[in-house]
């Protein structure tokens, strides 16, 4: 017990607001803010991903000119994932495939799958051994396919400025399923700019593309937004550590993420440096985003068995220089 407050919302607080108009009309949003100067929003009907993300009031994420889309918009044909792309500074992707729609095993499977357009049936938060903890649970599934589930929590620290990302995927069907998840975070202005300081613990680094290679020195160097750009993306070998870094030396703030190289065993640098597609992807996952018949083929697809479960841990940490 605190004697010099009335109500713990005076130091951290979680709040539930909905979106009026627009796309997003509806949508549930959960504000948390931690009390150490750390402010992220759950967006309960997009998979509990974090959209927005904030370090003493300054912005560290991207939010794309989608803005906030309700799930009721998300179009699986082609690439029409774009049109409800909010990015934000997570967007969870899979669970039956990442990366460019493709074929693969007889089923047309969609551009970064769909599990991020997906409302969460169930949540419910607490405040547990020093940590704001929200619990979130999401159905991929359909008839004669996949029955996956998502089960997410989130831990806010109240006691550092830092949060973790815990995932259990479950095959409750009676069928062997690829698995492909992307944590798709995105770094945006003014946390990202020109003078941004990036690293990877890659022992390799890799260009996606013939575009990528032509500029490969210069993957942890970032530019002005241009006119005309056309993404680049590196694809990152970290076996030891896993582990990710941004920092703005102008504002002496960054943020920086961990994960289990074994589990999370493809790290994807998204470098997009255009006008208003002003953004860093900084993306831990078990695949690249070539698409899921490329995986296969490569020998780097992942599946779950009928009632097995697959878990994964993302910790951001965010720092003051």
């Given at each position: 017990?605190?004697?010099?407050?009335?109500?713990?919302?005076q130091?951290?607080?979680v709040?539930?607001?909905?979106l009026?108009?627009?796309?997003?009309?509806?949508?549930?949003?959960?504000?948390?803010?931690?009390?150490?100067?750390?402010?992220?929003?759950?967006?309960?009907?997009?998979?509990?991903?974090?959209?927005?993300?904030?370090?003493?009031?300054?912005?560290?994420?991207?939010?794309?000119?989608?803005?906030?889309?309700?799930p009721?918009?998300?179009d699986?044909?082609?690439?029409?994932?774009?049109?409800s792309?909010?990015?934000?500074?997570?967007?969870?992707?899979?669970?039956?495939?990442?990366?460019?729609?493709?074929?693969?095993?007889?089923?047309?499977?969609?551009?970064?799958?769909?599990?991020?357009?997906?409302?969460?049936?169930?949540?419910?938060?607490?405040?547990?051994?020093?940590?704001?903890?929200?619990?979130?649970?999401?159905?991929d599934?359909?008839?004669f396919?996949?029955?996956?589930?998502?089960?997410?929590?989130?831990?806010v620290?109240?006691?550092e400025?830092?949060?973790?990302?815990?995932?259990?995927?479950?095959?409750?069907g009676?069928?062997?399923?690829?698995?492909?998840?992307?944590?798709?975070?995105?770094?945006?202005?003014?946390?990202?700019?020109?003078?941004?300081?990036?690293?990877?613990?890659?022992?390799?680094?890799?260009p996606?593309?013939?575009?990528?290679?032509?500029?490969?020195?210069?993957?942890?160097?970032?530019?002005?937004?241009?006119?005309?750009?056309e993404?680049?993306?590196?694809?990152?070998?970290?076996?030891?550590?896993?582990?990710?870094?941004?920092?703005?030396?102008?504002?002496?703030?960054?943020?920086?993420?961990?994960?289990?190289?074994?589990?999370?065993?493809?790290?994807?640098?998204?470098?997009?440096?255009g006008?208003r597609?002003?953004?860093?992807?900084?993306?831990?996952?078990?695949?690249?985003?070539?698409?899921?018949?490329v995986?296969?083929?490569?020998?780097?697809?992942?599946?779950?068995?009928?009632?097995?479960t697959?878990?994964?841990?993302?910790?951001?940490?965010?720092?003051?220089?």
């Amino acid at each position: 017990m605190n004697p010099y407050i009335g109500h713990d919302s005076q130091i951290w607080s979680v709040e539930e607001h909905r979106l009026v108009g627009g796309k997003g009309d509806g949508m549930r949003l959960l504000e948390i803010s931690s009390g150490t100067g750390v402010h992220l929003t759950v967006s309960l009907d997009r998979a509990a991903d974090i959209s927005r993300l904030r370090f003493r009031g300054i912005n560290m994420g991207y939010f794309s000119p989608c803005g906030y889309v309700g799930p009721a918009y998300y179009d699986r044909r082609e690439d029409h994932f774009l049109k409800s792309f909010t990015a934000g500074f997570l967007t969870t992707c899979g669970l039956e495939s990442v990366g460019v729609p493709c074929e693969d095993g007889g089923e047309q499977v969609p551009m970064h799958g769909s599990i991020a357009n997906v409302p969460a049936e169930y949540y419910r938060w607490e405040e547990e051994d020093g940590e704001i903890v929200v619990h979130a649970q999401m159905r991929d599934e359909v008839i004669f396919g996949r029955k996956l589930k998502l089960i997410r929590e989130i831990r806010v620290s109240l006691t550092e400025a830092s949060f973790t990302i815990c995932d259990r995927i479950v095959n409750e069907g009676d069928r062997t399923e690829p698995i492909e998840l992307l944590y798709h975070m995105n770094m945006g202005y003014p946390l990202l700019d020109e003078d941004s300081i990036v690293e990877v613990s890659s022992e390799q680094v890799r260009p996606r593309n013939a575009h990528a290679a032509e500029d490969l020195e210069n993957w942890m160097h970032m530019e002005k937004p241009q006119a005309g750009y056309e993404e680049r993306c590196y694809y990152h070998e970290c076996k030891k550590e896993g582990r990710a870094s941004i920092c703005q030396p102008k504002l002496g703030i960054g943020l920086e993420i961990r994960f289990d190289p074994k589990k999370l065993d493809c790290f994807t640098e998204w470098k997009m440096m255009g006008v208003r597609d002003y953004v860093l992807g900084l993306e831990c996952g078990n695949c690249y985003p070539d698409g899921r018949d490329v995986m296969r083929r490569d020998g780097r697809l992942k599946f779950l068995e009928p009632g097995k479960t697959l878990t994964y841990h993302v910790k951001v940490r965010l720092l003051e220089k």
